[in-house]
């Protein structure tokens, strides 16, 4: 087996990234299979390179597999899908260590996957961390949304990577929990 090499992600990763990431939607696995987690929305390989070109992701890889990834974005409201677009309107009124997240260097961390042969040896930790480090002094702040019927998803986010849920969101008749933490 290969060794896990860990980077900031490209424009030229986005057409495996998206493969990857919408194997993994709500609504193309089984109910048995998202208890591993999933994602929410469909990705569009332009869509995840302007992401990746708003803000630097991460992308880990096991010879030529893709093995994980994060990918953030801060891009225009107008530019996100209205589930995102109603989570920008709220951030005036959410608050983090007593301020408003609007008032912080914000970014959104997400969507986010380790590829099941990969999971259970801490290559989301990695990512996430690797993530951090080169965002720091850009930002202040990471936002994610998770559904909350992700449980497997949220318990990793707040239990083992700290981020707090600090609100949370209905689209579509789904809620969803919007988490933060400090970059």
Do not use: K
């Not at 899908?81 to 007593?98: D, E, F, H, K, M």
């Not at 997400?110 to 951090?132: I, K």
């Not at 449980?151 to 600090?166: E, I």
């Amino acid at each position: 087996m290969h060794p896990l090499t860990i980077r900031v992600a490209e424009a030229a990763d986005a057409p495996a990234l998206a493969a990857l990431a919408n194997q993994h939607t709500y609504q193309h696995l089984t109910a048995a299979e998202r208890q591993g987690g999933f994602l929410t929305g469909n990705f569009s390989v332009p869509a995840l390179q302007a992401m990746l070109a708003s803000v630097p992701g991460q992308v880990a890889y096991c010879g030529p597999e893709l093995a994980g990834f994060v990918v953030n974005s801060r891009l225009a409201a107008a530019q996100y899908p209205p589930l995102v677009q109603a989570i920008i309107s709220q951030l005036p009124t959410l608050r983090y260590q007593q301020r408003a997240l609007a008032e912080y260097r914000w970014f959104f961390y997400g969507p986010v996957l380790v590829s099941p042969p990969y999971r259970g040896r801490g290559l989301l930790r990695q990512l996430f961390e690797a993530s951090r480090r080169t965002l720091a002094g850009q930002f202040e702040l990471g936002l994610a949304f998770i559904a909350t019927d992700n449980a497997v998803s949220l318990q990793v986010h707040t239990q083992a990577l700290g981020l707090a849920v600090v609100g949370e969101v209905v689209a579509d008749g789904r809620a969803y929990a919007i988490l933060a933490f400090l970059v």
